[in-house]
């Protein structure tokens, strides 16, 4: 096995890239990072509108989930990254935290450790904020985050249009009140996208220290008397660390890689003919994620970027964000929304609004011949739980991704009244200049049955997939509060899978923030 590593981080995504450029801050510690996907080379990596071609096959790997039984049976396409910066060098830059409660819920859970008091200082400390310095934003961290440069005239309609319905505006979604629409802060330096690989890690390849390879999928997590000691590779290549091995492959890829390596519900394992290390039955279940719904409509005129999707006018976008680093080009395309309630008695809000400004962005979604503007809505705090398992011992072959949308009737319910308050926002007088008529869902549309039907044919993954290696002070737990494996020794998880519950919002700050926050704990440790 070679040597050399304190270290082996499994995954370049958004806290792997954190812990790689944390952990090799120390010049002593020697860091290995893995990532299974390729360099993020491509423009569409850092152009802000590159978002638009992410869901249809760039820098993923191209999965779906299994059919939805409480959906009819519907496939879902299941974007996940494959490329160094994970998600977040592919999602819309979309800057939210969740909600205060939710991290203090984890900490009532038994998450010492991990209260909205705990986590607030490693949100502070990752920021590069070009609007804010206060209690709850920070300036001078690795990962730019930016206000919007490209709204259009609609955004503000948007924001009246739901005041009509009492809805208030909220200049900061990520502070002190999540309540209300706003503007988005995004991912976002300079007009590019700050991924978690160019705060990073790029800035530190030049590190003696640090070792990136791409191109390099993990076989198995080598475990020797009841502790993790290194790593192999697809091409049997064995590697070893000293200290730890910090798992950070996301919701979908740290339980698989666990299955493959014999870590998981030992019936499972043994159906496939994988020897059993350790029998965790919890390893790939309790999967969370946000189901979006999305109100459709066509626009009286050229009010979104649509018009940007014919040759000659996507040219001309990009002479502009050239020239003046505006325009286009220069939006997430999301970077619109809010927070508000499904359910009145919510502790606090329950649904998140995301204003697409334009149509047919995303994989599976359709698109307005005449150019239309698109309002997605998904329930916060789902009920329904999933599962990730493998379908063969073959590493090239996907997981079997099953988020059970709609398993519980409250979810159901409390979807359907999101997108009926999406129409009711769109439908308000400030927008009445912009839209021409709303085509998704149509006038046909009118029963909860006809809303339930029309879900299944036209809903989406919220990318917001979580909880698959849970987090808890309980013998169940897959990791304790500082993250470390129950039941074998130098093996973290670091990543969005140890979420108890998902967090009231996007989820690529909270990884971050995890990623920063497991820095600390893994250098406390090293000390005794």
């Not at 409480?70 to 974007?79: E, P, S």
Request: glycine letters at 10%; one cysteine or more.
């Amino acid at each position: 096995m070679a040597e050399g590593y304190d270290y082996i981080i499994i995954g370049g995504g958004s806290a792997g890239s954190v812990l790689a450029g944390r952990l090799s801050e120390d010049s002593a510690v020697r860091v290995l990072l893995l990532e299974a996907g390729g360099r993020d080379r491509h423009p569409f990596y850092h152009l802000p509108a590159g978002f638009a071609k992410m869901t249809k096959g760039i820098g993923s790997w191209g999965w779906e989930t299994v059919p939805q039984r409480h959906m009819k049976g519907r496939v879902f396409n299941y974007t996940q990254a494959r490329v160094i910066g994970g998600g977040s060098a592919i999602n819309a830059q979309i800057y939210t935290r969740g909600n205060a409660a939710d991290y203090d819920e984890w900490r009532q859970m038994g998450c010492e450790g991990w209260s909205y008091e705990d986590v607030l200082p490693y949100f502070r400390k990752a920021e590069d904020n070009d609007t804010f310095d206060n209690r709850y934003h920070g300036k001078g961290g690795p990962l730019g985050v930016s206000q919007p440069i490209a709204p259009l005239p609609i955004c503000e309609a948007y924001f009246e249009a739901a005041a009509a319905l009492g809805i208030p505006r909220n200049m900061d979604v990520a502070g002190e009140a999540q309540d209300g629409v706003a503007y988005y802060q995004l991912t976002q330096r300079n007009a590019r996208r700050s991924s978690a690989a160019m705060a990073y890690v790029a800035p530190n390849m030049g590190r003696p220290n640090l070792t990136v390879q791409t191109g390099a999928q993990v076989r198995r997590i080598v475990v020797e008397a009841g502790r993790a000691t290194g790593v192999e590779m697809l091409d049997g290549a064995k590697i070893t660390a000293t200290q730890e091995i910090l798992l950070c492959s996301g919701a979908i890829g740290s339980p698989r890689l666990l299955q493959l390596s014999g870590i998981g519900p030992a019936d499972h394992l043994q159906d496939l003919g994988i020897d059993v290390v350790l029998d965790q039955p919890e390893v790939g279940e309790n999967l969370q994620d946000h189901l979006d719904l999305y109100c459709i409509c066509e626009l009286t005129g050229p009010h979104s970027y649509d018009r940007f999707a014919k040759p000659h006018m996507a040219a001309l976008a990009g002479l502009q964000y050239l020239l003046t680093r505006k325009g286009p080009v220069a939006s997430s395309l999301f970077e619109t929304g809010g927070f508000w309630y499904a359910d009145p008695d919510a502790r606090s809000p329950d649904l998140q609004f995301h204003l697409g400004l334009g149509t047919g962005i995303e994989k599976g979604v359709a698109a307005m011949p005449q150019g239309g503007v698109t309002l997605n809505s998904c329930y916060l705090r789902p009920r329904s739980r999933g599962s990730v398992r493998l379908q063969s011992d073959d590493p090239d072959k996907a997981p079997l991704i099953d988020p059970n949308y709609l398993q519980d009737p409250q979810d159901r319910e409390m979807s359907i009244r999101g997108l009926k308050l999406t129409q009711e926002i769109m439908a308000q007088a400030p927008l009445a200049p912009f839209i021409k008529a709303q085509r998704l869902p149509g006038p046909e549309v009118k029963t909860d049955r006809d809303y339930f039907e029309f879900i299944c044919d036209h809903s989406k993954t919220a990318h917001h997939c979580a909880g698959t290696c849970r987090m808890g002070a309980d013998s169940g737990a897959v990791v304790d509060p500082r993250l470390r494996f129950n039941g074998i020794a130098g093996l973290r998880v670091v990543d969005n899978s140890i979420m108890p519950t998902v967090i009231s919002s996007n989820t690529n700050a909270a990884a971050i923030m995890i990623g920063e926050k497991a820095a600390d704990m893994i250098r406390e440790d090293a000390k005794g």
